[in-house]
């Protein structure tokens, strides 16, 4: 039975950070009780929400290979996609590194694209680009996917 990739993205750290500063900024608006700190601490509270969720969006990362079936999620939606249905694949940089754009043909003969949020995601690059290589062979690569499957050959990870 496979088994989906496990997370990179350390989100613990960032949250605990984000929640221990929080607390104290609503500790000393509250002892302070100057003027305008009740704005202040939805202030604080509001950012503090924006911040942790970031972090639970960045968790929703999936990517789950079984075959030819590959099945990923970017924050809310599994997609299940087939090999033969894999048209092309375009890179775009993440501020965690790059990341994919899977271009597939779906049921009713439209196109639709669909995120593989891989750097996310510890092996992501190799696991995908191995079940390109050997599943979907007629999709196209775009020159940043070309560059990456280059490196990933070279540094042994890949076929």
Same mark, same amino acid.
């Not at 009740?38 to 990362?61: C, K, M, P």
């Not at 290979?65 to 924050?75: A, E, P």
């Not at 087939?82 to 694949?89: E, G, P």
């Given at each position: 039975m496979a088994h989906p990739l496990e997370l990179s993205y350390n989100w613990r750290t960032p949250a605990f950070f984000a929640s221990v500063a929080a607390a104290i900024c609503v500790g000393v608006l509250a002892r302070g009780q100057v003027t305008g700190w @009740?704005?202040?601490?939805? @202030?604080?509270?509001?950012?503090?929400?924006?911040?942790?969720?970031?972090?639970?969006?960045?968790? $929703? &990362?999936y990517l789950l290979? %079984? =075959?030819? $079936?590959?099945?990923? $999620? *970017?924050? $809310?939606?599994? /997609?299940?996609?087939?090999?033969? %249905?894999?048209?092309?694949?375009?890179?775009?940089?993440? !501020?965690?590194?790059p990341s994919y754009r899977l271009t597939?043909?779906? !049921? %009713?003969?439209?196109?639709? *694209?669909?995120? &593989? !949020?891989?750097?996310?995601?510890?092996? =992501? /690059?190799?696991?995908?680009?191995?079940?390109?290589?050997?599943q979907a062979p007629q999709a196209t690569l775009d020159k940043g996917s070309l560059k990456t499957a280059a490196k990933l050959r070279t540094r042994g990870l890949i076929p």
């Open positions: @009740v704005s202040a601490l939805l @202030v604080v509270v509001a950012l503090w929400a924006l911040i942790v969720g970031v972090i639970y969006l960045r968790t $929703r &990362a290979i %079984d =075959g030819s $079936r590959l099945t990923v $999620r *970017r924050f $809310r939606t599994f /997609h299940a996609i087939k090999a033969a %249905d894999l048209i092309a694949v375009a890179e775009f940089v993440t !501020p965690n590194g597939v043909r779906t !049921p %009713d003969g439209g196109t639709s *694209r669909i995120v &593989a !949020p891989v750097a996310l995601l510890r092996g =992501g /690059h190799s696991a995908l680009f191995t079940w390109i290589l050997a």
